[in-house]
């Protein structure tokens, strides 16, 4: 999905004319514990339209991470500093009411970085609205912290002997958003390990092929796709990231197993 078509209805609109996505992970997040963390999972998935201080809202890259040279709006509420965020375009403008400068972030991104003493306003003005408190906020960072650790390229010479089994659908579908809107991922693998971690009944692995990006890029990428296939990993299930090297390891035993990848960008036809 287009960073900048929220996640609101087919139609683009992500105010009263459509519940979105998120929405309606809202209105189920009462049903029982799982059905809460499938909300919480759908937040730090969603891209989030936040206004900002001033026009000088930078890039945001296709990660959603955020630019040095951002600077939020923050309401002051009874003396609390609230950020207002909204997950489509539409909302946002109705709630502005008037032209507003913003920027597009990942759910994640957003709650890594920012300032501990801030809290969050989903959708201000709508029937959806949900406010994030400090506590919660600090929950949700320390769940960031535990799904995707150790975010460099793994030593890719290094071969993980894998299974010839067809991946989860569940999984793969997890991922596929993620996957599209990182443009640096050229193509992506995903095999299951031959042996579990102790403790974990299942091991998977997704290979990423993102030429020749640094390590910065990567572990920006890994963790955004990583936290994509949270809500399909099951407690005792583990998935772990490293980059494709077609000359070694477990990109070259990729080549020659022929194992077709769950994912491959489509190429410019003229280039």
């Known amino acids: 999905m287009d960073e900048h078509q929220g996640n609101g209805g ?12 998120l929405d309606r992970a ?28 001033t026009d000088d809202t930078g890039d945001t890259g296709d990660t959603g991470l955020p630019a040095d040279t951002v600077s939020l709006l923050v ?38 970085e920012l300032d501990p003493m801030l809290s969050l306003a989903l959708n201000v003005g709508t029937e ?22 150790d975010l460099a390229p793994h030593d890719t010479a290094e071969l993980v002997e894998f299974r010839d089994v067809p ?12 996957l599209r809107r990182n443009t640096e991922v ?19 692995v997704l290979v990423l092929d993102v030429g020749d990006a640094d390590e910065e890029i990567f572990a920006a990428v890994a963790r955004d796709v990583g936290i994509a296939a949270r809500s399909a990993l099951g407690g005792d299930e583990l998935m772990d990231i490293i980059a494709f090297n077609p000359a070694g390891g477990t990109g070259r035993a990729l080549i020659e197993r022929s194992v077709a990848p769950i994912f491959a960008r489509a190429q410019d036809p003229l280039h």
């Not at 139609?11 to 459509?18: C, P, V």
């Not at 031959?194 to 299942?202: I, S």
């Open 128 to 149: 959806h609205f949900k406010l994030f408190v400090e506590d919660e906020l600090a929950w949700l960072r320390e769940r960031l912290s535990e799904t995707v650790t």
């Open 26 to 53: 809202l209105a189920r997040a009462e049903d029982g514990d799982a059905q809460a963390q499938a909300f919480y999972d759908a937040f730090l998935n969603a891209r989030l339209y936040v206004p900002t201080a």
């Open 186 to 204: 050229g193509a992506a693998f995903l095999v299951e390990a031959a042996a579990a971690e102790a403790g974990r009944a299942r091991r998977f």
């Open 10 to 21: 087919a139609d683009g609109s992500g105010g009263t004319a459509a519940e979105s996505d």
């Open 167 to 178: 991946p989860p659908e569940t999984l793969v579908a997890a991922l596929m958003p993620a």
């Open 75 to 112: 309401a002051d509420i009874e003396g609390e500093g609230i950020v207002p965020v909204f997950d489509s375009e539409a909302r946002l403008a109705d709630w502005a009411e008037e032209p507003a400068p913003f920027t597009v972030l990942a759910g994640h991104a957003l709650v890594a």
